[in-house]
C-alpha cells in the first residue's frame, strides 16, 4: 500500500478539552474512506489539523512525505463544514474566485460538475437551497487537482434527495488516484460510498477497517454498528 496520507499520534487540547487523544492511521490512494463519529467526537479538529488550519498539541501529519505546512497546501483540497463562497457572488464568480486561489483548479470539470449537478454559472449563491450549496461547495473542492481531498460534513443538513445528488456527484467525480476522507454523523445514505471507515469517539480512533470486513466479521451494517457504538452519546 502506497501511504498517502499518515496521521501518527495526533493530539489536540483546546484548554483542559481533548478533542484528540492519540489519533494513528494511514490512507493510500483510490480510497474513499468514512470518518464516522457523533457530534464532538473530534471529526472536524482533526481534519483542520490535516488542513493546515490548526496546529496539534502532539504528533505529527504527512501528505505524500511532506510535512504539514505552506507546502502541503497544493496536495490538500478541503471542504469545511461552512461555506467557501460570499453571498454576493454568482456562481461563475465563485469559480472564478477559486481558480484564481489555486493554481491547479481544473475549470473546465468545475462546469461538468455544474451541469452534472443542474447548477448555473449565472446562479446567485445567496438564492441557493442548503442543497444546492452544499453541490457548488462540492464542485470548488472536487476541482482542484489534488492528492487528499477533506470533506467535512458534505451532506450536513440537506433532505434526502440532495443527498443522493451530492453522493452520485461524490462518486462520479472522485478522482482513482487520490484519497478521499470524508467526515458525517449521517451514516444511512452515505454507508454504500466508502471503502473504509473510521470510528472516532471522544477523541479516540476505536475502529478502522474495511467495510466489507467489517460488515463480515461484526455481522451488521456499518449504521446498525454506528448507532450502537454511540448509542450512549
Ligand atoms: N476552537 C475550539 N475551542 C474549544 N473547544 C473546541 C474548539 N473546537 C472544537 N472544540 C471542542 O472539541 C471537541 C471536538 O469538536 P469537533 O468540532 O472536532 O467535533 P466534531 O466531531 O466535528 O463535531 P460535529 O459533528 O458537531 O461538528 C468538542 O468537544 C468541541 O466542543
Not at 131 to 158: C, F, H, K, W
Not at 187 to 214: A, S, Y
Amino acid at each position: 500500500m502506497d501511504t498517502v496520507l499518515q496521521v501518527h499520534e495526533v493530539s489536540k487540547n483546546y484548554g483542559a478539552k481533548k478533542a484528540l487523544r492519540g489519533v494513528s492511521f494511514q490512507l493510500a490512494a483510490g480510497k474513499i474512506t468514512g470518518l464516522l463519529g457523533s457530534n464532538g467526537s473530534g471529526k472536524s479538529t482533526l481534519l483542520k489539523i490535516i488542513a493546515g488550519l490548526t496546529y496539534p498539541s502532539s504528533g505529527e501529519v504527512t501528505v505524500q512525505g511532506t510535512r504539514i505546512g505552506p507546502a502541503s497546501k497544493a496536495l490538500i483540497s478541503y471542504m469545511p463544514d461552512r461555506p467557501l463562497t460570499e453571498p454576493w457572488m454568482n456562481i461563475g464568480d465563485a469559480l472564478t474566485y477559486y481558480a484564481d486561489f489555486y493554481a491547479d483548479f481544473d475549470r473546465e470539470k468545475a462546469e461538468r460538475m455544474l451541469d452534472f449537478m443542474k447548477l448555473k454559472t449565472k446562479d446567485r449563491v445567496k438564492h441557493l437551497s442548503k442543497g444546492m450549496n452544499e453541490r457548488l461547495q462540492l464542485t470548488l473542492v472536487l476541482s482542484r487537482r489534488a492528492s487528499v481531498y477533506l470533506l467535512d460534513e458534505p451532506i450536513g443538513g440537506v433532505d434526502p434527495v440532495a443527498r443522493t445528488a451530492i453522493l452520485n456527484a461524490l462518486v462520479e467525480f472522485y478522482e482513482e488516484d487520490s484519497t478521499l476522507l470524508v467526515s458525517t454523523h449521517l451514516v444511512t445514505d452515505i454507508e454504500r460510498i466508502f471503502d473504509d471507515v473510521m470510528f472516532i469517539k471522544d477523541g479516540e480512533l476505536i475502529m478502522h477497517g474495511e467495510v466489507e470486513e467489517i460488515r463480515l466479521q461484526q455481522g451488521k451494517s456499518i449504521d446498525e454498528l454506528f448507532r450502537e457504538v454511540y448509542a450512549e452519546c
